[in-house]
């Protein structure tokens, strides 16, 4: 995904194409992806369309900022190695006690 396609998901298109209003919204855009660098982050997640970035920049960054973390959160799995040691003493032999007669008569 590029930049103006990533533009596209995020704002609406105005009617009219006014390059100074693309400019801003570039130099926005590399700084939210300065940011918030993982273009797969951008891809998966799904954002309010706005008018502006500078909404995202101004009251959305909290909800980015919780979204993003959210993706990059990796819990770490603690797996310690326990060491029993040598095996110590005689084995239990455990005899079966007969439950029915057939078994008491064998």
């Given amino acids: 995904m ?6 596209n998901k995020l704002l609406f298109a105005p009617k009219l194409k006014n390059p100074k209003f693309w400019q801003k919204q570039f130099a926005m855009l590399k700084f939210l992806l300065n940011e918030f660098p993982d273009i ?3 891809e998966t997640h799904e954002f309010d369309k706005v008018n502006c ?6 009251e959305k960054k909290q909800e980015i900022i919780d979204k993003y973390k959210l993706y990059k959160f ?5 797996n310690p190695d326990f060491n029993i040691g040598d095996k110590t003493g005689d084995d239990y032999n455990l ?8 078994q008491f008569l064998k």
């Fill in 95 to 102: 005899t079966v006690k007969p439950k029915t007669i057939k």
């Fill in 74 to 78: 990796q819990p770490e799995f603690k």
């Fill in 2 to 7: 590029n930049k103006r396609q990533l533009l």
């Fill in 40 to 42: 797969k982050f951008w």
């Fill in 53 to 58: 970035l500078s909404l995202y920049l101004a």
